[in-house]
């Protein structure tokens, strides 16, 4: 058994059975391509790795060999290996990722000329229709040339994806690896959220007690989270509003960040966008303590924070939003009152699904929920937040 195999799917399922070849050109970014071949067979892929010669001077083919368990395709021979993998066959690969794509390489394939390994899979790629996706990455010089970009604008018009670079200190840089990895789940998946504008409204509220202690909760912000990373796989457009919390939106998801009820209707207030689906599962305050100015002094024997119930926020999002999808979030201590309660949210609120769940959430890699939509159908499912994620998810296809 090769090393690699004992990595296969370790991190998710996501990429299970699919195929895909890594095209590699030589931009200095082919050093990350082992780590990057790595992560994709974590999820699950078969990862077939085809270099340039260029690209054999910056990473040694021994190293994508040991990373992906596939001897590097750099000469074609007899074996026609890139019809074999993304011609007109009976099982061509799911996806063919060039990783990085130097400004040479891009410019040779939209004007259809092959003269290497990579070049000739993706000639065969574009001709029997595999998806197709280039990470370019080169000095900003080369990127910002007009006819590398006249090229970029033609590859994409052949139907190739193109996952941009970050622009940073004069270079065009490839992506971090997660979103290389994100956005190849969204090209070898079934997109079926595509063009979905979809708002997650996740972690905990923050409301100030003085001007520097807090009430808040302890909502981790892993189910907004795991709801961005699904829907963002699933091809949708998402956007986080975020509070207080640990978990970490990935950098290629916009956010905007929240702390206090206040935070959040000055959001909904100056929102321009029109949002398909909007989730609450924000831990919100149901109660606002009186601020006091500067610091309620330490050693008293004794001190009482004074409440005020706070404006209920779903309602707000309901008249603010009154055509958009509202999934809201229950939380209640006992599992017998889930259903109740949350056929009591939906029609008070006008919403159109409520997930339930304990208090047992919080904090929590599991949950059991209790998903129930506005003609009382409802539906209970036990698992890890990733994959609840999903169910959720399929509420608004
Ligand atoms: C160390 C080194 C780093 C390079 N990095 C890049 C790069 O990031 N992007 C790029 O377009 N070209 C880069 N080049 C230039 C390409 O390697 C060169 O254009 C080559 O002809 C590309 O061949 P290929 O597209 O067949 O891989 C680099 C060259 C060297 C020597």
């Known amino acids: 058994m090769h090393p690699a195999d004992d990595l296969c799917g370790i991190k998710s399922k996501k990429l299970s059975k699919k195929r895909i070849v890594l095209g590699v050109a030589g931009s200095i970014a082919a050093v990350e391509t082992v780590k990057l071949s790595r992560e994709l067979i974590r999820h699950g892929a078969d990862v077939i790795p085809v270099m340039t010669n260029a690209a054999t001077k910056i990473i040694h083919p021994d190293a994508l060999e040991f990373a992906t368990s596939h001897k590097p395709i750099i000469e074609l021979s007899g074996q026609t290996e890139h019809v074999f993998f993304c011609g007109l066959v009976k099982n061509p690969v799911d996806l063919l990722l060039i990783c990085p794509c130097t400004a040479n390489t891009l410019s040779k ?11 000739t899979f993706a000639t065969t790629a574009i001709g029997s229709g595999v998806p197709f996706v280039i990470v370019p990455a080169m000095h900003l010089s080369m990127y910002k040339h007009k006819v590398v970009q006249n090229n970029i604008e033609k590859c994409k018009e052949l139907g190739i994806t193109f996952i941009e670079p970050n622009i940073f200190q004069n270079k065009a840089k490839m992506p971090s690896i997660d979103e290389i990895v994100a956005n190849v789940v969204i090209n070898v ?15 905990a509220t923050a409301e100030p007690i003085d001007d520097i202690r807090i009430l808040t909760n302890k909502s981790s912000g892993k189910t907004a989270v795991s ?23 990935p950098l290629y ?6 702390e206090t009820i206040e935070d959040i209707l000055s959001l909904l207030k100056s929102n321009k966008k029109t949002f398909d689906a909007i989730i ?10 009186k601020k006091h100015k500067g610091k309620i002094s330490s050693g008293k024997n004794k001190l009482t924070i004074e409440c005020s119930p706070a404006p209920k926020i779903i309602q707000k999002i309901r008249e603010v939003a009154p055509k958009s999808k509202i999934i809201a979030f229950k939380v209640e201590e006992n599992k017998k009152d889930l259903k109740e309660e949350a056929l009591k949210l939906l029609s008070k609120n006008n919403l159109d699904v409520v ?19 506005k003609e009382r159908k409802s539906i209970t499912k036990k698992g890890k937040k990733e994959q609840l994620a999903g169910y959720i998810l399929d509420t608004i296809k």
Request: glycine share 8%.
């Open 109 to 119: 394939i939209a004007h259809g000329i092959d003269d290497t390994a990579v070049t």
């Open 189 to 203: 998946g079934k997109q079926d959220l595509k063009e979905k504008n979809i708002l997650i409204i996740g972690g």
């Open 227 to 249: 709801l961005a990373n699904n829907a963002f796989e699933r091809g949708a457009n998402v956007e986080v509003w975020y509070g207080y919390a640990k978990e970490t939106v």
């Open 253 to 258: 998801i916009p956010v905007k960040h929240f």
């Open 280 to 289: 609450v599962c924000a831990a919100i305050a149901d109660y606002l303590p």
């Open 355 to 373: 997930v339930a769940n304990t208090i047992s959430a919080f904090g929590a890699d599991e949950n059991e929920i209790l998903i129930i939509d």
